[in-house]
């Protein structure tokens, strides 16, 4: 489910590894994880929306290896959007670096969702490096007025795409999201002093055996490498 | 009928209990148009009423169509593509499977005409057209089926088949008589096809002059579900039929199942119980992916659908989408499948 260990049966009241929710559970894996009954069931949004209302991490990597393994997320599409902005922005407001109420969230859902399927190929702007841009937006209250706060935005898009051009394609929505999450990182530390406790790296990709347009030995996340 | 044929060597042969066959026949008059063909445009239906001609949908990739009658030799070519790897290497990568068959057909040929040539698209002999192909695949495995003109009516394909890609397609067309300006039997060139088939793959055909019981079967449910109803022939809409023709139920759950999927699935066990033989369940698991049922995965558009839209837990029957996010009641989900279930669903029309 979360770390792909054995599932077993269970009664005992358990904490869902999503959401936070406790409730009596059915299925429980070796290390104890466990998927709330609602959270299987969830559409990718409801899913995004109550992870990151929910969560106390700080390292928005693990937030998005947690959403990305949820079954209701495909190896690709556009929901990783709005999963880097909702990330960025859950860890920003854990961290205290902006003041993100819970409408921002669902903010930038609602702007992610307007990035097109496919937008990479077809406008060449990459959704996640998009969700960088639309959460800093978010986080630092932009609009197409604003001086300082529209360039970052549009730099932190920038440099995003710039690194996730550089990986090639077919495209892969979970390397895209990496870079994303890494490039967001870089920027903020660098134009707002802000350093996160921990960045997890991504490498090996969990999900390389499970794409079957995987880059492999030409995408940086593929193993352990030192390509990023 | 024949087309139901086709369709239940073609599942035959996945299922493996059939091997590569070469199926030639010969048929009334009738026009063939593909899995993508225009009914209301691409055919002129004033002439097939006025001359009794029957218009047939097959299954096919392509949108391409023809007519054809006694005069005309059809063969269907159903193989595991295996069968031609190691020959398309000497043609251009692209459709070089069709280009394989092709060819066979022209070396066949050669015994009458040095001047064939075979591409991707068919036989052709200088800018003339002599076969119509429409193929299918199925992962592995490829139904080619198509028409060689042999003594065909060239007028009467003229006036049938109407307009779009088929105009260009109909003035060009010519048949093996006209092009050598003598009758030739279809008994000639089923000899010479055959042949050509077994010189160019290096293969010997075993002559059979009947259906296996479970070929004969999967046709007659086949023709009854499909073939025989405007909803295919008209529409292009066909039921998703699993294995030898059999109904399908496929049930979208959660991974692991939730106490609402649980219930769902002993429903579904409960109300097809007794109709084991002729529907097939699946019970597929959000994010396990296509294999979950084997290595040749059936799964129909509603339920990569029901996956990219969350609509879960959800009873997919025939292709159709019938209930989601709720529990049927047993009696609403009973009557649907038995609806369902291929030697009724004819009895609805």
Same mark, same amino acid.
């Given at each position: 489910m979360v770390c792909g260990k054995p599932l077993r049966s269970t009664s005992e009241a358990t904490e869902c590894s999503f959401c936070g929710k406790t409730e009596k559970a059915d299925y429980v894996c070796e290390e104890g994880h466990y998927i709330c009954e609602s959270c299987r069931l969830a559409t990718p949004e409801t899913l995004v929306r109550k992870v990151c209302g929910a969560t106390k991490e700080t390292d928005p990597m693990k937030v998005v290896l947690l959403l990305m393994k949820d079954p209701a997320l495909q190896m690709h599409g556009p929901e990783h959007h709005y999963v880097v902005s909702c990330a960025l922005l859950a860890v920003w407001r854990n961290l205290g670096t902006f003041e993100i109420n819970d409408s921002a969230l669902d903010e930038a859902i609602r702007r992610g969702r307007k990035v097109l399927l496919a937008s990479c190929g077809l406008w060449g702007v990459c959704g996640a490096a998009a969700g960088v841009g639309i959460a800093l937006s978010i986080a630092t209250k932009a609009n197409m007025l604003s001086d300082k706060e529209r360039t970052l935005s549009m730099e932190s898009v920038s440099e995003s795409l710039a690194k996730i051009a550089k990986i090639g394609g077919p495209r892969c929505c979970k390397a895209s999201t990496y870079s994303a999450i890494q490039k967001a990182t870089e920027f903020l530390e660098r134009e707002f002093e802000v350093e996160l406790p921990s960045l997890t790296d991504p490498r090996p990709c969990y999900f390389r055996n499970l794409n079957e347009e995987c880059l492999r030995d030409k995408c940086p996340y593929f193993k352990g490498n030192n390509l990023v | 009928m024949d087309q139901a044929i086709n369709e239940a060597i073609f599942r035959s042969r996945k299922e493996n209990l059939t091997p590569n066959t070469l199926r030639l026949w010969q048929g009334p008059a009738s026009v063939i148009i593909g899995a993508h063909s225009s009914y209301k445009d691409d055919v002129n239906h004033e002439e097939c009423r006025k001359h009794d001609v029957e218009i047939i949908r097959a299954i096919s990739v392509t949108a391409d169509l023809f007519y054809r009658d006694m005069g005309t030799l059809n063969f269907a070519v159903t193989a595991n593509a295996a069968l031609f790897k190691t020959r398309t290497k000497d043609y251009p990568p692209v459709l070089s499977d069709y280009f394989v068959l092709n060819a066979a057909i022209v070396e066949g040929l050669r015994k009458f005409s040095d001047a064939l040539e075979a591409d991707a698209n068919g036989i052709h002999i200088g800018e003339r057209r002599m076969t119509g192909t429409l193929p299918k695949w199925f992962h592995d495995f490829l139904l080619f089926q198509g028409t060689l003109l042999?003594?065909? !009516?060239l007028d009467a394909y003229n006036r049938l088949i109407k307009t779009g890609r088929s105009l260009e397609k109909k003035l060009m067309m010519t048949s093996l008589s006209r092009q050598l300006g003598r009758d030739v039997s279809i008994e000639e060139a089923k000899t010479a096809l055959i042949d050509g088939f077994e010189k160019k793959l290096g293969i010997i055909f075993e002559l059979k002059k009947e259906l296996t019981g479970d070929e004969q079967k999967s046709a007659d449910l086949l023709y009854r579900a499909k073939y025989s109803l405007e909803k295919w022939n008209v529409y292009g809409i066909e039921p998703f039929l699993v294995g030898m023709g059999k109904a399908s139920l496929e049930v979208f759950v959660a991974y692991p199942p939730t106490s609402m999927c649980r219930k769902l699935i002993s429903l579904v066990n409960d109300a097809t119980s007794d109709l084991q033989n002729d529907i097939t369940v699946r019970v597929w698991m959000r994010g396990k992916g296509i294999y979950q049922h084997g290595v040749y995965p059936e799964l129909s558009s509603a339920l990569v659908d029901a996956e990219k839209c969350s609509r879960i837990p959800a009873i997919i029957i025939n292709g159709e989408?019938?209930? !989601?996010?709720t529990l049927p009641s047993r009696e609403c989900l009973r009557s649907a499948v038995v609806a369902a279930l291929p030697q009724k669903i004819g009895s609805f029309f």
């Amino acid at each position: 489910m979360v770390c792909g260990k054995p599932l077993r049966s269970t009664s005992e009241a358990t904490e869902c590894s999503f959401c936070g929710k406790t409730e009596k559970a059915d299925y429980v894996c070796e290390e104890g994880h466990y998927i709330c009954e609602s959270c299987r069931l969830a559409t990718p949004e409801t899913l995004v929306r109550k992870v990151c209302g929910a969560t106390k991490e700080t390292d928005p990597m693990k937030v998005v290896l947690l959403l990305m393994k949820d079954p209701a997320l495909q190896m690709h599409g556009p929901e990783h959007h709005y999963v880097v902005s909702c990330a960025l922005l859950a860890v920003w407001r854990n961290l205290g670096t902006f003041e993100i109420n819970d409408s921002a969230l669902d903010e930038a859902i609602r702007r992610g969702r307007k990035v097109l399927l496919a937008s990479c190929g077809l406008w060449g702007v990459c959704g996640a490096a998009a969700g960088v841009g639309i959460a800093l937006s978010i986080a630092t209250k932009a609009n197409m007025l604003s001086d300082k706060e529209r360039t970052l935005s549009m730099e932190s898009v920038s440099e995003s795409l710039a690194k996730i051009a550089k990986i090639g394609g077919p495209r892969c929505c979970k390397a895209s999201t990496y870079s994303a999450i890494q490039k967001a990182t870089e920027f903020l530390e660098r134009e707002f002093e802000v350093e996160l406790p921990s960045l997890t790296d991504p490498r090996p990709c969990y999900f390389r055996n499970l794409n079957e347009e995987c880059l492999r030995d030409k995408c940086p996340y593929f193993k352990g490498n030192n390509l990023v | 009928m024949d087309q139901a044929i086709n369709e239940a060597i073609f599942r035959s042969r996945k299922e493996n209990l059939t091997p590569n066959t070469l199926r030639l026949w010969q048929g009334p008059a009738s026009v063939i148009i593909g899995a993508h063909s225009s009914y209301k445009d691409d055919v002129n239906h004033e002439e097939c009423r006025k001359h009794d001609v029957e218009i047939i949908r097959a299954i096919s990739v392509t949108a391409d169509l023809f007519y054809r009658d006694m005069g005309t030799l059809n063969f269907a070519v159903t193989a595991n593509a295996a069968l031609f790897k190691t020959r398309t290497k000497d043609y251009p990568p692209v459709l070089s499977d069709y280009f394989v068959l092709n060819a066979a057909i022209v070396e066949g040929l050669r015994k009458f005409s040095d001047a064939l040539e075979a591409d991707a698209n068919g036989i052709h002999i200088g800018e003339r057209r002599m076969t119509g192909t429409l193929p299918k695949w199925f992962h592995d495995f490829l139904l080619f089926q198509g028409t060689l003109l042999v003594n065909t !009516d060239l007028d009467a394909y003229n006036r049938l088949i109407k307009t779009g890609r088929s105009l260009e397609k109909k003035l060009m067309m010519t048949s093996l008589s006209r092009q050598l300006g003598r009758d030739v039997s279809i008994e000639e060139a089923k000899t010479a096809l055959i042949d050509g088939f077994e010189k160019k793959l290096g293969i010997i055909f075993e002559l059979k002059k009947e259906l296996t019981g479970d070929e004969q079967k999967s046709a007659d449910l086949l023709y009854r579900a499909k073939y025989s109803l405007e909803k295919w022939n008209v529409y292009g809409i066909e039921p998703f039929l699993v294995g030898m023709g059999k109904a399908s139920l496929e049930v979208f759950v959660a991974y692991p199942p939730t106490s609402m999927c649980r219930k769902l699935i002993s429903l579904v066990n409960d109300a097809t119980s007794d109709l084991q033989n002729d529907i097939t369940v699946r019970v597929w698991m959000r994010g396990k992916g296509i294999y979950q049922h084997g290595v040749y995965p059936e799964l129909s558009s509603a339920l990569v659908d029901a996956e990219k839209c969350s609509r879960i837990p959800a009873i997919i029957i025939n292709g159709e989408l019938k209930f !989601d996010k709720t529990l049927p009641s047993r009696e609403c989900l009973r009557s649907a499948v038995v609806a369902a279930l291929p030697q009724k669903i004819g009895s609805f029309f």
